[in-house]
């Protein structure tokens, strides 16, 4: 049997082995039940620099020098997204607490037709920026909506989630972490 012949007919079985490799790799990286804990290279550093008009206010801007001084929970939302609307009903109920200032970021969304979601479904925060064309979601890594950072008082990003708030992501990620922002 010549040399080639003999590597024709091992190469399916590499290839058969390769593929079976790739796909334990991919189960073994998957095996995190919390996919929805994204690394954010944000966390630990100072929130990125913005000044973004005001939802209700559209003439008025506010940035982040404004919002230092306090925590925050920083919402990435928009009218066109339906896990916002998911987690609309959590994010109200946890806004009712006082406990921390709700920021609404409103992405990529028409004014009338934020204004409308929000007088639709209620309004949880308190304040709603608006980014019409997404500008400053490349500096704070935002892929998609809905997102949630924490920033504390010294305006260092210290927490954030992928995917809409539920109960669990609320009780098991936000509040722990904004327990350590406030030192208790």
């Not at 919390?34 to 990125?48: E, F, V």
């Not at 990435?76 to 406990?99: I, K, M, Q, Y």
Request: hydrophobic share 40%; aromatic share 12%; net charge negative.
């Amino acid at each position: 049997m010549s040399t080639n012949a003999r590597r024709s007919r091992w190469l399916p079985l590499a290839v058969f082995g390769l593929v079976a490799a790739l796909l334990a790799a991919g189960v073994w990286l998957s095996r995190n039940p919390n996919r929805d804990a994204l690394p954010s290279p944000l966390i630990g550093k100072p929130a990125p620099e913005f000044s973004l008009p005001v939802l209700h206010a559209p003439d008025y801007t506010m940035g982040t020098e404004d919002l230092r001084g306090q925590p925050y929970v920083l919402n990435v939302w928009g009218s066109w997204c339906p896990g916002c609307r998911d987690e609309h009903p959590v994010l109200t109920e946890f806004a009712e607490t006082r406990r921390v200032r709700l920021v609404g970021y409103n992405w990529k969304d028409e004014p009338g037709d934020a204004l409308r979601w929000l007088e639709q479904f209620g309004n949880p925060y308190w304040l709603v920026l608006a980014d019409y064309e997404g500008r400053y979601a490349i500096d704070w890594g935002i892929y998609g909506a809905p997102e949630t950072f924490l920033v504390d008082g010294e305006g260092i990003v210290r927490w954030k989630h992928v995917g809409p708030m539920t109960e669990d992501s609320l009780r098991n990620g936000l509040i722990p972490a904004l327990a350590e922002v406030e030192g208790r």
